[in-house]
C-alpha cells in the first residue's frame, strides 16, 4: 500500500461560505485555517496547497470571550526607536474587524511562500454583501459549527 502524495494543480478547488455573526473569533480562526491547508480533506498533503478558498461576511459580529477586548493589545513596528505601536482589541474591532480575523488566520496557516498563497484564498468582508457570486461560494457545514467533512 502506497501513501497518497497529491499534485501541485491536480486539486479541484471549491469556494465555501460562512456567515460570521455570533461566532468565537478563535474557534472560527481554527475552522478556517483547517479549511484554508486542506485538513478536511483526504488528500491533504503538507507541502501541497490542497485546500478550498473561504468567503467570511458579517466580521463585525464577531464575538470573543474574557477580557480580549480590554486586555488584547495588536503590535506593530517601524523598525525605528520608538516605532512600535499598539493597538487594543476593542479598536480594532471597530476600524478594521477584517484585519482582526485575518491577522488569526495567518497566524495559524505555515510561514512562507505556501501560507501566503493559502491566505490569498481568504476573503473577508465587514458586511454581508460580497462581489463573489461567479466562485458560487456553498455554504460548509464543518465551518458552521459542524463535523469534519
Known amino acids: ?15 465555501v461560505h460562512v456567515d460570521a455573526t455570533g461566532k468565537t473569533l478563535g474557534r472560527l480562526s481554527v475552522r478556517i485555517a483547517m479549511v484554508l491547508m486542506g485538513k ?3 488528500t491533504y498533503t503538507p507541502h501541497v496547497e490542497t485546500g478550498d478558498g473561504v468567503v467570511v461576511t458579517n466580521v463585525g459580529k464577531l464575538r470573543v470571550t474574557g ?18 505601536k499598539e493597538t487594543p482589541m ?7 474587524p477584517e484585519e482582526v480575523l485575518r491577522l488569526a488566520v495567518r497566524r495559524m496557516l505555515p510561514k512562507g511562500s505556501l501560507g501566503n498563497s493559502m491566505l490569498g484564498r481568504l476573503k473577508i468582508y465587514k458586511t454581508a454583501e460580497y462581489p463573489h457570486a461567479a466562485q458560487r ?13
Open 1 to 15: 500500500m502506497k501513501t497518497y502524495m497529491a499534485k501541485k494543480g491536480a486539486m479541484e478547488r471549491k469556494w
Open 40 to 42: 478536511h480533506r483526504p
Open 67 to 84: 477580557r480580549k477586548m480590554d486586555e488584547k493589545q495588536y503590535k506593530r513596528f517601524s523598525g525605528y526607536p520608538g516605532g512600535l
Open 90 to 96: 476593542k479598536v480594532m474591532m471597530q476600524r478594521k
Open 137 to 149: 461560494p456553498a455554504p460548509s457545514a464543518y465551518l458552521a459549527g459542524g463535523k469534519l467533512g
